[in-house]
């Protein structure tokens, strides 16, 4: 991988008000990276394992969605040898505690909170993303 | 009634009340989303039309958002209202006056007076949330204030097994006849149309009181002579079940 390669993001929401809310986000930030789209804890599992889009280094993560939640899919991530070391946020409207420990406990990056902290999570993803620039990583 | 029967009805109403809150809670937290949505279409609508919007459709654009933004306001009154008996739970020893300066610092402007007349008292409680009530009375007050300084006295004294702490400020007050109601859920003194205010703030305050199991009521003798709160907070925590 060379430096100027942006790192994947792959953003598993439900919503599809809050998915746009996602790339126009990107979009006025001038933030380029390929975002790739999944509709569930299941099919994101299943596009992971099954090798259908490139590995993302970093996991935008709704808690509540359908087949399979957020915790449900952050769990088999972090079972699974080759996925367990990829970033998590979570991006969720539920402030309870007990997600966010839940959330914690499965090692996420960071918990953001819908929708009023979404400049935090501009600020986390470009700072994530020069990090990621500045960080040797093992080859995926 | 006998005994047995007693702490059966009372089960029943805990479990009553842990399902009311739940169902609270869930409806609020899922009305959000859709309210979210719509409050951002129109942001977006609104930003892709630039600025050529004939004046009205503007206008009622403005009008829409507003309305979105206060009902996720009320929506999020109702959530924090829901969770009042689960959130906050931690307890720490605090010393007064320094738990009371610590609060009030940020209130502290051009515009505001403060002042803190306060007994030494140290007692362990649930610190978070009688800060949550003290910065809301703090926040009331300076919302409603006509003045240009607003002055604020807080004054704390112990009375028996309780805290008492009084918020007297020098603003317009209530007129009698809406003491009691100024507690009520998303009643405002000033019409909606003029404040940003919703009406849940006093509600929140009164209810995190009842919680730990202390009082909160307003004692003013005559509408614009300011208002003094009574906030009755007890020095040991009590067992809730
Ligand atoms: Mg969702």
């Known amino acids: 991988m060379t430096e100027e390669n942006l790192i994947n993001i792959l953003l598993v929401e439900d919503d599809e008000v809050d998915i746009m809310n996602v790339q126009r986000a990107f979009r006025k930030n001038n933030i380029n990276n390929p975002l790739f789209i999944a509709r569930n804890g299941l099919e994101a599992l299943e596009m992971l394992q099954a090798d259908k889009i490139p590995k993302p280094h970093v996991i935008i993560l709704d808690i509540n969605m359908p087949k399979m939640n957020g915790l449900e899919f952050l769990q088999e991530v972090r079972s699974d040898e080759k996925l367990k070391r990829i970033s998590v946020f979570v991006m969720t ?4 505690d007990s997600d966010k420990i839940n959330a914690y406990n499965l090692n996420v990056a960071g918990y953001i909170l819908k929708p009023l902290s979404f400049e935090k999570f501009i600020q986390s993803m470009s700072t994530l993303n020069s990090y990621w620039k500045l960080c040797e990583r093992p080859s995926m | 009634m006998n005994e047995d029967r007693f702490v059966q009805c009372q ?3 805990a479990q009553v009340k842990k399902e009311f809150e ?4 869930l409806v609020s937290h899922d009305l959000n989303a859709p309210i979210r949505a719509i409050s951002n279409l129109l942001g977006w609508i609104s930003e892709d039309l630039g600025p050529n919007i004939p004046d009205d459709v503007q206008q009622n654009i403005k009008l829409l958002q507003d309305r979105a933004q206060r009902l996720e306001k009320m929506l999020s009154a109702i959530l924090a209202l829901s969770r ?3 959130t906050n739970l931690e307890t720490g020893y605090i010393e007064l006056p320094a738990f009371l300066e610590n609060i009030s610092e940020k209130y502290r402007n051009n515009n505001s007076f403060i002042t803190i007349q306060a007994e030494p008292i140290g007692f362990t409680t649930y610190y978070q949330k009688l ?5 809301e009375l703090l926040t009331n007050a300076l919302k409603h204030s006509d003045k240009e300084l607003t002055t604020i006295q807080l004054t704390a004294t112990r009375v028996n097994n309780f805290l008492q702490l009084l918020i007297t400020d020098n603003g317009s007050g209530f007129a009698p006849e809406i003491q009691e109601r100024i507690f009520s859920l998303f009643y405002t003194a000033r019409s909606k149309e003029e404040t940003e205010n919703i009406g849940a703030g006093l509600t929140v305050a009164r209810s995190i009181t009842n919680f730990a199991g202390g009082n909160l009521t307003i004692n003013q003798a005559k ?3 300011g208002s003094s709160f009574i906030l009755l907070w007890p020095l040991h925590i009590l067992e809730t079940t």
């Not at chain 1, 409207?93 to 309870?96: A, D, I, K, R, V």
């Open chain 2, 223 to 225: 509408a614009g002579e």
């Open chain 1, 93 to 96: 409207t539920s402030n309870e």
């Open chain 2, 84 to 86: 009042v008996s689960r």
């Open chain 2, 22 to 25: 739940e169902f609270v809670y």
């Open chain 2, 11 to 13: 089960k029943q109403l």
């Open chain 2, 131 to 135: 800060s949550a009530v003290i910065n």
